[in-house]
T-cell receptor, first 118, second 111 residues
């Protein structure tokens, strides 16, 4: 149990376009999801905390208008990279925190999405 | 501010040798500490947490509040232990309890 999926697993886009990444908790509900960014050979950097039904909380230095987050249901959060540029190329990882039972307060990670902006 | 430090980027040991992956943290309150592992081409997964005081796959970690450390140890390394290991801290309780990760240590177990 407790599986988190991300779609797509990789995407290549042209500079200036927008890209949407989906994060789903497949078999549990998550009122809170987290979006991370990972550069090659570096750690996970928390970008924002996504709360179901409310606005996301962004970490310092992360542009909220650049990285739009929507958490419309207890199993889905989306990250949209608007007007993407080559410097946005990275590995984006989402994590969902369970709300009950065995998943309570534990974070489960998705497989990540590799974004390449040309 | 909370911070997690993993001083070693790479730790290479031979099979059967003891392993210690270092982790130090800075946080003024009562933290929750975790070790996550990422095997090659797999997603990040929880290995163990300090509050459980458990041993997973032969690994243990003890929270030392005096030294603000949470080192991960295993007496006899196996080749299948080769992976990226991340130490993480979470503030105890509250709605803003997000995970802060260290920079990670790549463990390479040689045959």
């Amino acid at each position: 149990g407790a599986v988190v999926s991300q779609h797509p697993s990789w995407v290549i886009c042209k500079s200036g376009t927008s890209v949407k990444i989906e994060c789903r908790s497949l078999d549990f509900q998550a009122t809170t999801m987290f979006w991370y960014r990972q550069f090659p050979k570096q750690s996970l950097m928390l970008m924002a905390t996504s709360n179901e039904g409310s606005k996301a909380t962004y970490e310092q230095g992360v542009e909220k208008d650049k990285f739009l987050i929507n958490h419309a249901s207890l199993t889905l959060s989306t990250l949209t990279v608007t007007s993407a540029h080559p410097e946005d190329s990275s590995f984006y990882i989402c994590s969902a925190r369970g709300t009950s039972g065995d998943t309570y307060n534990e974070q489960f990670f998705g497989p990540g999405t590799r974004l390449t902006v040309l | 501010a909370q911070r997690v430090t993993q001083p070693e980027k790479l730790l290479s040991v031979f099979k059967g040798a003891p392993v210690e992956l270092k982790c130090n943290y800075s946080y003024s309150g009562s933290p929750e500490l975790f070790w996550y592992v990422q095997y090659s081409r797999q997603r990040l997964q929880l290995l163990l947490r300090h509050i459980s005081r458990e041993s997973i796959k032969g690994f243990t970690a003890d929270l030392n509040k005096g030294e603000t450390s949470f080192h991960l140890k295993k007496p006899f390394a196996q080749e299948e232990d080769s992976a990226m290991y991340y130490c993480a801290l979470r503030r105890g309780g509250g709605a803003t309890n997000k995970l802060i990760f260290g920079t990670g240590t790549l463990l390479a177990v040689q045959p």
